[in-house]
């Protein structure tokens, strides 16, 4: 490598160190800003059979952080758990965003943190338990721990965000006679923040887009009718949540997925999956 040639060294392990260690004090250093203590919260989500609990309690000692779910609901027989890597991947990032989101992202800022959820829980379940839709549990991650630690660092979190994604399936034929099947996100607006709104249509914690309009049309046989903002959908407050989007669909088509399927002017076959 070049780097290595300029600067006449084997390896960049000694950079490498420096890094992540810098990264390990920055978080430290923040985390001991925020006084010791325990801090807890819970929020209950959509189930199947019945509504499921995520409890969060948020443990600062020194420069250690623990983030702990105990107390959350049982793993279910449907495919929303979420395994323990994906449960830490999204706890971590909301620990990240709230005490040091400037720092570099890397192993050392996630040193001081633990994150531990109960065996057989559907944040941390047993195998075999079906696992395909983790981010339907994981996406709620995130608003739990802002909220356990809103009531320490407000200007730190941002305000809940609602359902974190939508989106669509839309089935059907092309007007060549295959099939096709197209998703389409749906994004609501963020929470607002502390010194300004929210932003609109963007999904939080999952940060995706939709390809453009003008993309989506000419791959499927879809017209979008309209695409606008909802006026003041945000709420009220000194600042207010990111609108919200109202989105119209008609089909092209001539025919659909089967002899009952929609008709040109109607909506086509469409699962709606919330986030």
Same mark, same amino acid.
């Given at each position: 490598m070049?780097i290595?040639d300029?600067? $006449?060294i084997?390896?960049l392990?000694a950079l490498v160190?420096?890094?992540?260690n810098r990264?390990e004090?920055?978080?430290?250093r923040a985390i001991?800003a925020?006084?010791?203590?325990?801090? !807890?919260d819970?929020?209950?989500?959509? *189930?199947?059979?019945?509504?499921l609990t995520i409890? !969060?309690e948020?443990?600062?000692?020194g420069?250690?952080?623990t983030v702990?779910f105990?107390?959350?609901?049982?793993q279910v027989?449907? &495919? /929303?758990?979420?395994v323990?890597?994906?449960?830490r991947a999204?706890?971590?990032y +909301?620990? $990240?965003?709230?005490?040091?989101?400037?720092t570099?992202?890397?192993?050392?800022s996630f040193?001081?943190?633990? @994150?531990?959820a109960?065996? *057989?829980?559907f944040?941390?379940p047993r195998? &075999?338990?079906?696992i395909?839709?983790? =981010?339907? +549990?994981g =996406?709620y991650l &995130?608003?739990?721990i802002?909220?356990?630690?809103?009531? /320490?660092?407000p200007?730190?979190?941002?305000?809940?965000?609602?359902s974190p @994604?939508?989106?669509v399936?839309? +089935? *059907?034929?092309?007007r060549n006679?295959?099939?096709?099947?197209?998703?389409?996100?749906m994004?609501?607006g963020h929470?607002?923040?502390? =010194?300004?709104? %929210? &932003? +609109? !249509?963007?999904s939080?914690?999952?940060? @995706?887009?939709?390809v453009?309009?003008?993309?989506f049309?000419?791959?499927?046989p879809?017209?979008i009718t309209?695409?606008?903002? @909802?006026p003041?959908?945000g709420?009220a407050g000194?600042y207010r949540? %990111?609108?919200?989007?109202?989105?119209?669909f008609k089909?092209?088509?001539?025919?659909g997925v089967d002899d009952?399927?929609p008709?040109?002017?109607?909506?086509p076959?469409?699962?709606?999956?919330?986030?």
């Open positions: 070049k290595l300029d600067e $006449k084997d390896d392990g160190d420096e890094i992540l990264s004090t920055a978080m430290r001991e925020v006084p010791d203590g325990s801090y !807890c819970s929020l209950m989500v959509d *189930g199947f059979e019945e509504p409890r !969060c948020v443990r600062i000692k420069s250690d952080l702990d105990a107390g959350t609901s049982p027989a449907r &495919p /929303i758990n979420s323990l890597n994906f449960t999204y706890s971590a +909301a620990v $990240k965003c709230a005490f040091d989101p400037s570099p992202n890397n192993d050392g040193r001081p943190v633990q @994150i531990t109960p065996e *057989g829980s944040l941390n195998r &075999p338990a079906p395909w839709a983790r =981010h339907l +549990a =996406h &995130p608003p739990v802002f909220s356990a630690l809103a009531g /320490i660092m200007e730190r979190v941002i305000a809940d965000c609602g @994604i939508w989106n399936y839309f +089935a *059907g034929k092309q006679g295959n099939r096709f099947v197209k998703m389409f996100f994004n609501g929470g607002a923040r502390p =010194h300004q709104d %929210g &932003p +609109a !249509c963007l939080f914690p999952s940060n @995706i887009a939709t453009p309009i003008e993309q049309e000419n791959s499927v879809l017209l309209e695409k606008a903002l @909802i003041d959908s709420g000194k949540g %990111g609108p919200a989007q109202r989105l119209s089909v092209t088509a001539d025919t009952n399927s008709r040109a002017g109607q909506v076959t469409a699962w709606l999956v919330r986030g």
